[in-house]
C-alpha cells in the first residue's frame, strides 16, 4: 500500500508538510528552469577551471588562461610607455624654459603634469590648485621662490624645508613672541596691516613701522615687497598664505610658520618632475 497522499481538490501529490490545515503540493520544477539551473552549474565550473578563482593560502588558483587583471594593467601601461617613448625621451633632456616652442611636447608634458598633480599635489594645493591655508596657490604670480620654469622645477624636484633633500628651499621665521612684546607684536601687524589695506590705526601702524625696519626688513626688505632668494614674501600685495586678518597675522608673527613641502624629486621620475614643473607653470602664474 502506498504511503503517498493526494490532494482531494487537485489530485496532486502532497509532500506531507501541513500548515493550518493546507498542504504542501509535490508539483514538479519546470523542465526549462531545472535545465538552466544544470547549465549554469556546468558554465560556473568551466568559469572556475579556465580563470582565477579559488583563493588559496598566498594567492589564487590561475586558471587555464592564466589571465588576470593586473596582467592587463600592466601590458596597458607597457603599451602606453612605448607609445610615448621618444616622448618621454625628449622631455627628459628639454630645456624647460623654451619647451613651449615645441607644441607636442609640451602638450604631452602638460598632460602628463595634470595626472601627477592630480594624484601627488591636489591633496595640499586643490583639485584646482587653488591651494588652501597654508598651501600655496598656484595660480597666480605670488611666488615664494620664484615663478620661472626652472625656479618651479627647483621646488616641485628638491621640495620645502624638509630634511631628506639637502638642496630643498629653506628659510625660517623667528617667533617674535620670544622676542618682542604684545604691545609691539600688535604694532608690527598694524604696519602689515597698513601695506595692503585702507582701514588701520595710523598711530600704531607709525610705530609699526619702526619695529618692522629693526626686525623684518633684514629678510622682507625696506619696502615689504619680499625676497625670493631667501623664500621670504611680499607683504604688500594682500596675498596671504595663513591668512591676512590680524589675528592670523598675529599668530604668524608670534609664532611663526613653517610649511614643508616633499622633495618630489626623490619619489617621482625625472620625467614626472617635468611634467609637474610644465603644468604648473601652464595654469597661469608662472613666469
Not at 622631455?91 to 619647451?99: C, G, N, P, S, Y
Not at 617621482?268 to 607653470?281: C, T
Request: charged share 20%; proline share 3%; net charge negative.
Amino acid at each position: 500500500m502506498s504511503d503517498q497522499k493526494i490532494d482531494e481538490e487537485t489530485g496532486v501529490e502532497t509532500t506531507g508538510h501541513s500548515w493550518d490545515g493546507i498542504q504542501e503540493l509535490n508539483n514538479p520544477l519546470p523542465r526549462w528552469w531545472l535545465w538552466t539551473l544544470y547549465l549554469s552549474i556546468i558554465w560556473a565550473i568551466g568559469y572556475t577551471v579556465y580563470y582565477p578563482a579559488w583563493p588559496l593560502v598566498t594567492g589564487a588558483t590561475a586558471g587555464i588562461s592564466e589571465w588576470s587583471t593586473r596582467n592587463q594593467v600592466a601590458e596597458d601601461i607597457a603599451a602606453h610607455q612605448e607609445q610615448n617613448a621618444e616622448l618621454v625621451a625628449a622631455l627628459v633632456v628639454a630645456d624647460m624654459e623654451t619647451i613651449a616652442e615645441d607644441t607636442s611636447l609640451n602638450r604631452y608634458a602638460i598632460a602628463r603634469g595634470r595626472s601627477a598633480f592630480l594624484a601627488q599635489c591636489s591633496q595640499c594645493h586643490g583639485s584646482g590648485a587653488a591651494g588652501a591655508v597654508g598651501y600655496p596657490n598656484l595660480l597666480d604670480n605670488d611666488w615664494l621662490w620664484g615663478g620661472s620654469m626652472n625656479e618651479i622645477m627647483h621646488t616641485v624636484r628638491h621640495g620645502v624645508r624638509n630634511e631628506t633633500d639637502p638642496d630643498a628651499h629653506w628659510s625660517e621665521m623667528p617667533a617674535f613672541g620670544e622676542i618682542l612684546t604684545s604691545e609691539e607684536i600688535s604694532a608690527a601687524v598694524e604696519y602689515v596691516v597698513s601695506l595692503s589695506s585702507t582701514e588701520y590705526d595710523t598711530s600704531l601702524a607709525d610705530t609699526g613701522a619702526l619695529l618692522f625696519s629693526d626686525n623684518c626688513a633684514v629678510c622682507h626688505g625696506d619696502n615689504a615687497q619680499g625676497d625670493r632668494d631667501i623664500g621670504a614674501p611680499n607683504l604688500t600685495d594682500a596675498i596671504w598664505l595663513y591668512g591676512g586678518d590680524r589675528a592670523s597675522l598675529t599668530e604668524t608673527v608670534e609664532y611663526a610658520r613653517f610649511g614643508v613641502m616633499p622633495a618630489w624629486g626623490q619619489r617621482l621620475s625625472e620625467e614626472d618632475v617635468r611634467s609637474l614643473s610644465a603644468y604648473v607653470h601652464a595654469l597661469g602664474g608662472g613666469e
